[in-house]
């Protein structure tokens, strides 16, 4: 079962953190996460999977960045969350998806036990201009059933900025 924001919101500093947390940005079974004012782009033209790829930063000014097509931008949330108990979700806001701006390729999915910041995987269908602290996504939480261990990786955990791809470890 997925959370409504009722509960949400019972569960902020228990099993549940969003920093900073504006209960203006609770809806009915989600929250609101907004756009940190810093992308990563990688610099090569050919990724590997084996390899820690060069990357290279843009900061977001106040009046706007335009995204390019066939660029995988990574951003991130500004908010820092933490969650027991729950599977959280992420997904891009409806508005956000119908400027054809995809928010994440496949990683929307969170494990019980993540801490962190969420690594955005933006990509546009066609030049879109974005904006620092907008609302871009929205976090939900599943209920977990059975017994469960909780997130330990440390390749993503208790991330404090964007965090590129880092599979290179796989392969150590």
């Not at 990357?55 to 500004?78: F, K, M, V």
């Not at 910041?117 to 929205?138: A, D, G, H, K, S």
Request: with cysteine; proline share 6%.
């Amino acid at each position: 079962m997925i959370l409504s924001g009722k509960m949400i919101q019972e569960r902020m500093g228990k099993d549940i953190a969003i920093e900073p947390f504006d209960p203006a940005r609770l809806n009915p079974n989600s929250y609101n996460l907004s756009l940190a004012d810093e992308l990563v782009v990688y610099e090569a033209g050919v990724l590997d999977m084996k390899k820690k790829n060069p990357t290279r930063s843009i900061r977001i000014p106040a009046e706007g960045y335009e995204l390019q097509p066939r660029t995988l931008y990574l951003g991130r949330t500004t908010e820092f969350t933490r969650t027991e108990n729950y599977v959280p979700m992420l997904e891009g806001r409806s508005s956000v998806g119908r400027l054809g701006l995809f928010v994440h390729v496949t990683a929307g999915f969170g494990d019980v036990g993540f801490a962190g910041y969420w690594t955005l995987e933006m990509f546009c269908i066609q030049p879109v201009r974005i904006y620092p602290n907008v609302e871009i996504c929205q976090i939900y939480y599943h209920t977990l059933d059975g017994d469960f261990e909780t997130y330990k990786s440390a390749k993503y955990q208790n991330n404090r900025g964007i965090q590129p791809s880092r599979m290179y470890l796989d392969f150590v």
